[in-house]
């Protein structure tokens, strides 16, 4: 038997960022423009629209932690290598795309560094 969900009343502060984020998402117009649309199409808009911040929220945040060049720094203050540890030497900015669970892309110009001694090649984390 499949559990029910909690049947709680959303919070006064949810039910302020709902009302932005429909307008903000192009709900509140998109729904004017269906007015028969179904429930399924009505997940599907807003599910459609909210991976899309999701994805804008996850690069944000992401590249927030983006700020230091590491590359000016000391070698023993450098991100290290994750096979043999040697500090990485840097080798300028790239830019990847990786994809979010709800399957949208997100761009990140990262740092890219190589090991001088095994030569691994990755984007530190951080």
């Known amino acids: 038997m499949k559990a029910k969900k909690n049947k709680r009343e959303r919070?006064?502060?949810?039910?302020?960022?709902?009302?932005?984020?429909?307008?903000?998402?192009?709900?509140?117009?998109?729904r004017k423009e269906h007015p028969h649309a179904t429930w399924a199409e009505i997940e599907a808009e807003v599910d459609e629209q909210m991976n899309q911040l999701?994805?804008?929220?996850?690069?944000?945040?992401?590249?927030?932690?983006?700020?230091?060049?590491?590359?000016?720094?000391?070698?023993?203050?450098?991100?290290?290598?994750?096979?043999?540890?040697?500090?990485?030497?840097?080798?300028?900015e790239q830019t990847r795309f990786l994809q979010t669970t709800g399957g949208e892309a997100v761009k990140l110009t990262r740092s890219y560094g190589t090991c001088p001694q095994c030569g691994r090649g990755f984007f530190?984390?951080?």
């Open 124 to 126: 530190p984390p951080g």
């Open 54 to 92: 999701r994805a804008q929220l996850i690069q944000d945040v992401v590249q927030m932690g983006e700020t230091e060049d590491w590359s000016q720094k000391p070698p023993e203050e450098r991100p290290r290598c994750t096979t043999c540890g040697k500090p990485l030497w840097a080798r300028g």
């Open 11 to 30: 919070s006064p502060q949810m039910q302020q960022v709902s009302a932005g984020l429909r307008d903000v998402l192009g709900i509140t117009q998109w």
